[in-house]
């Protein structure tokens, strides 16, 4: 009997099977029923979860390391990104233990939290990052990124241990989780050894709830080396999924106002690629045969959950748009700056993220709901509320209209880059042009150069083709290491990395040894230009002082001129230079078959230079050998 009432006070037994079970060892059908009427709050106060079954709930001994980390296993947590410390050694010698989460290491935090990224991007897992507590200001550097793309990812550091707080120790900082704030969800030091689980799955659980984010937690020295007794749980008793729908009148009203409309544009963000919601918008845009536009440079932020080559999309999103003119109805999908409704264009705005949601702008028709389920719900609405006929006749109006338009720009944009073509140094044009006919249409696209108005456009991206990712706030020093953490998640797919020279020297080679170490055959492609080219022209545009002396003081980057093929090798990569445009195809081929067999693989391509200024080599020099009274 008493093994029966301490399997139903653990939740492993219903009060039925505890009935039943009483009854069984003799005891009547009315009093096994007070007694299970008399235990039920006792039951209802052993644990926060219910229903939970035995395996869900389980408890662990040990010291903190161990503790947290038997809570990822459980969470489902695959990989944990790190660069070691000294404090932190309980979580290592706990998974020694563990095969099932697999150890990624950098050679430098902001890269560790940058592969991590790109990782979560790919998966729309959460992943778990592992850094020196001193180290914790290079991982802020990228987890900007994460932070403004609103990424998924649990950051942790074995702090100074709570005693010692105070005392100014050389590689102290008093509460390191405060420094984390602005650019968090959440931010915790767990009290105790007993709590880390607790903590670490709440960290999971803020991170991972939309609209998700990076969570810090700070895991005191003497917390991962204490003993406790602790439960541990699996993900499904802290997962949120929040797939919510929208108002249904809500849905109804914004279906009345496009079937109505007679001149709609559709503005399109990161929150559908996010929901998964790709089909349901090209549905949606196809019904009502509307255009489909984006922020300015690009489609979305990080991603584009429209296909580019689609004859519906038209471009960029401004509050005056040369096509298609003004806008009766603005539908903002996801876009956190999609809310341009110029006045006399009424706004519908869908969003997951109610903070951002008319923020800046008012907005006629406000929801928030999953991306994914509000398009389809708004697609059903007005499927239902006009005939099939009358649909097709709306779409037949449109859509002819914008597709001679998107044609007509994409004809525009090859003319210029054909033109472009045979230039030395290679123009960006040309190097977009090879892309596009040379990458398999699976390719991953992984880039933060700054190549949105140049490069991109000439190629296609979303829907049947390469899937693209990248960053808004545009932290350099991305690239090169999420590249490696999309190839983690999609290992069956080709990945390019596409970045700029100041952005491999912002990384450093660091994302380098983590692909040789882990055999990872990503494409990594440097745009050197020996310059922090578009920066300039921006700064010179101003018409300041550089402009007006062409003096440029702050953005070439040549002298030294930076072999970046050469400081592939030096970390085992194999690379190569490519300076003129008839050797960019032979090139990429190279570089493919590498990656096909298994090898990651560098081209430092030298492009060349555009805009104001762009043909100075003039920096200022300085030369401290020159200063020097004797010569030592």
Same mark, same amino acid.
């Given at each position: 009997?008493?093994?029966?009432?301490?399997?139903?006070?653990?939740?492993?037994?219903?009060?039925?099977?505890?009935?039943?079970?009483?009854?069984?060892?003799?005891?009547?059908?009315?009093?096994?029923? *007070?007694?299970?009427?008399?235990?039920?709050?006792?039951?209802?106060?052993?644990?926060?979860?219910?229903?939970? *079954?035995?395996?869900?709930?389980?408890?662990?001994?040990?010291?903190?390391?161990?503790?947290?980390?038997?809570?990822?296993?459980?969470?489902?947590?695959?990989?944990?990104?790190?660069?070691?410390?000294?404090?932190?050694?309980?979580?290592?010698?706990?998974?020694?233990?563990?095969?099932?989460?697999?150890?990624?290491?950098?050679?430098?935090?902001?890269?560790?939290?940058?592969?991590?990224?790109?990782?979560?991007?790919?998966?729309?897992?959460?992943?778990?990052?592992?850094?020196?507590?001193?180290?914790?200001?290079?991982?802020?550097?990228?987890?900007?990124?994460?932070?403004?793309?609103?990424?998924?990812?649990?950051?942790?550091?074995?702090?100074?241990?709570?005693?010692?707080?105070?005392?100014?120790?050389?590689?102290?900082?008093?509460?390191?989780?405060?420094?984390?704030?602005?650019?968090?969800?959440?931010?915790?030091?767990?009290?105790?050894?007993?709590?880390?689980?607790?903590?670490?799955?709440?960290?999971?659980?803020?991170?991972?709830?939309?609209?998700?984010?990076?969570?810090?937690?700070?895991?005191?020295?003497?917390?991962?080396?204490?003993?406790?007794?602790?439960?541990?749980?699996?993900?499904?008793?802290?997962?949120?999924?929040?797939?919510?729908?929208?108002?249904?009148?809500?849905?109804?009203?914004?279906?009345?106002?496009?079937?109505?409309?007679?001149?709609?544009?559709?503005?399109?963000?990161?929150?559908?690629?996010?929901?998964?919601?790709?089909?349901?918008?090209?549905?949606?845009?196809?019904?009502?045969?509307?255009?489909?536009?984006?922020?300015?440079?690009?489609?979305?932020?990080?991603?584009?959950?429209?296909?580019?080559?689609?004859?519906?999309?038209?471009?960029?999103?401004?509050?005056?748009?040369?096509?298609?003119?003004?806008?009766?109805?603005?539908?903002?999908?996801?876009?956190?700056?999609?809310?341009?409704?110029?006045?006399? $264009?009424?706004?519908?705005?869908?969003?997951?993220?109610?903070?951002?949601?008319?923020?800046?702008?008012?907005?006629?028709?406000?929801?928030?709901?999953?991306?994914?389920?509000?398009?389809?719900?708004?697609?059903?609405?007005?499927?239902?509320?006009?005939?099939?006929?009358?649909?097709?006749?709306?779409?037949?109006?449109?859509?002819?209209?914008?597709?001679?338009?998107?044609?007509?720009?994409?004809?525009?944009?090859?003319?210029?880059?054909?033109?472009?073509?045979?230039?030395?140094?290679?123009?960006?044009?040309?190097?977009?042009?090879?892309?596009?006919?040379?990458?398999?249409?699976?390719?991953?696209?992984?880039?933060?150069?700054?190549?949105?108005?140049?490069?991109?456009?000439?190629?296609?991206?979303?829907?049947?083709?390469?899937?693209?990712?990248?960053?808004?706030?545009?932290?350099?020093?991305?690239?090169?290491?999420?590249?490696?953490?999309?190839?983690?998640?999609?290992?069956?797919?080709?990945?390019?990395?596409?970045?700029?020279?100041?952005?491999?020297?912002?990384?450093?080679?660091?994302?380098?040894?983590?692909?040789?170490?882990?055999?990872?055959?990503?494409?990594?492609?440097?745009?050197?230009?020996?310059?922090?080219?578009?920066?300039?022209?921006?700064?010179?545009?101003?018409?300041?002082?550089?402009?007006?002396?062409?003096?440029?003081?702050?953005?070439?980057?040549?002298?030294?001129?930076?072999?970046?093929?050469?400081?592939?090798?030096?970390?085992?990569?194999?690379?190569?230079?490519?300076?003129?445009?008839?050797?960019?195809?032979?090139?990429?081929?190279?570089?493919?078959? *590498? $990656?096909?067999?298994?090898?990651?693989?560098?081209?430092?391509?030298?492009?060349?230079?555009?805009?104001?200024?762009?043909?100075?080599?003039?920096?200022?020099?300085?030369?401290?050998?020159?200063?020097?009274?004797?010569?030592?």
């Amino acid at each position: 009997m008493k093994d029966l009432f301490k399997r139903y006070l653990d939740q492993g037994m219903s009060r039925r099977q505890l009935v039943s079970g009483l009854s069984t060892l003799g005891m009547s059908s009315v009093a096994a029923k *007070a007694m299970a009427q008399n235990l039920a709050p006792a039951a209802a106060g052993a644990t926060t979860t219910l229903d939970a *079954a035995p395996a869900a709930i389980r408890e662990v001994e040990g010291n903190g390391g161990r503790l947290f980390v038997e809570q990822l296993k459980s969470a489902g947590v695959e990989y944990i990104f790190f660069n070691p410390s000294t404090g932190d050694h309980p979580i290592f010698d706990a998974l020694v233990d563990v095969p099932e989460i697999k150890l990624i290491k950098g050679v430098q935090e902001g890269a560790v939290v940058a592969m991590a990224d790109g990782y979560a991007r790919a998966s729309g897992r959460t992943p778990v990052v592992v850094v020196a507590n001193i180290g914790l200001p290079n991982a802020m550097t990228q987890m900007v990124n994460t932070w403004k793309d609103q990424i998924p990812m649990l950051v942790a550091v074995a702090s100074v241990e709570q005693d010692a707080l105070g005392r100014d120790q050389l590689q102290e900082t008093d509460h390191p989780e405060l420094m984390t704030g602005p650019i968090t969800k959440w931010f915790w030091q767990a009290q105790s050894t007993a709590s880390i689980a607790e903590t670490a799955r709440r960290g999971l659980k803020f991170a991972s709830t939309p609209p998700c984010g990076p969570v810090f937690l700070s895991l005191p020295t003497n917390v991962l080396d204490g003993h406790a007794k602790a439960q541990i749980w699996e993900r499904s008793k802290f997962d949120v999924p929040m797939r919510i729908r929208p108002d249904k009148d809500d849905i109804e009203k914004a279906a009345r106002m496009l079937i109505d409309a007679q001149n709609p544009l559709i503005s399109v963000g990161d929150e559908i690629t996010w929901c998964g919601g790709q089909k349901e918008l090209v549905d949606l845009a196809e019904l009502l045969g509307a255009p489909v536009a984006s922020i300015t440079g690009g489609l979305g932020y990080w991603s584009k959950p429209f296909p580019t080559r689609h004859p519906l999309y038209i471009g960029a999103l401004l509050r005056t748009m040369r096509f298609p003119g003004k806008p009766d109805v603005l539908l903002n999908l996801g876009n956190r700056f999609g809310e341009l409704a110029s006045p006399g $264009t009424k706004l519908i705005s869908i969003r997951l993220d109610p903070t951002s949601l008319a923020r800046q702008a008012p907005v006629d028709l406000a929801m928030v709901g999953d991306l994914r389920l509000s398009i389809a719900d708004l697609v059903a609405a007005i499927r239902s509320m006009a005939t099939a006929s009358k649909l097709q006749s709306i779409a037949d109006d449109r859509a002819p209209r914008t597709r001679a338009y998107s044609a007509q720009m994409a004809d525009a944009r090859a003319a210029i880059a054909r033109g472009l073509s045979d230039s030395t140094p290679i123009s960006i044009e040309r190097l977009g042009i090879e892309l596009e006919a040379n990458l398999d249409r699976d390719t991953c696209y992984v880039t933060d150069a700054d190549s949105g108005k140049t490069m991109d456009p000439l190629m296609s991206f979303s829907g049947n083709d390469k899937p693209y990712f990248s960053t808004s706030p545009n932290v350099l020093g991305w690239g090169m290491a999420a590249g490696f953490g999309v190839k983690l998640a999609r290992p069956d797919v080709p990945v390019v990395s596409v970045v700029g020279d100041g952005s491999f020297l912002f990384s450093g080679p660091q994302p380098l040894w983590s692909m040789a170490r882990y055999k990872a055959p990503v494409t990594t492609i440097v745009l050197n230009n020996h310059s922090y080219n578009n920066e300039r022209n921006r700064i010179w545009n101003s018409a300041g002082r550089q402009f007006e002396t062409a003096r440029d003081m702050t953005c070439y980057n040549g002298d030294p001129d930076v072999d970046f093929a050469k400081a592939a090798s030096a970390f085992g990569v194999e690379g190569e230079t490519v300076k003129e445009p008839a050797a960019i195809k032979d090139a990429l081929g190279r570089a493919k078959m *590498a $990656t096909i067999e298994g090898r990651p693989y560098l081209l430092d391509v030298h492009i060349k230079r555009e805009g104001i200024g762009a043909v100075s080599e003039w920096h200022p020099g300085y030369s401290i050998a020159d200063q020097r009274s004797r010569k030592v």
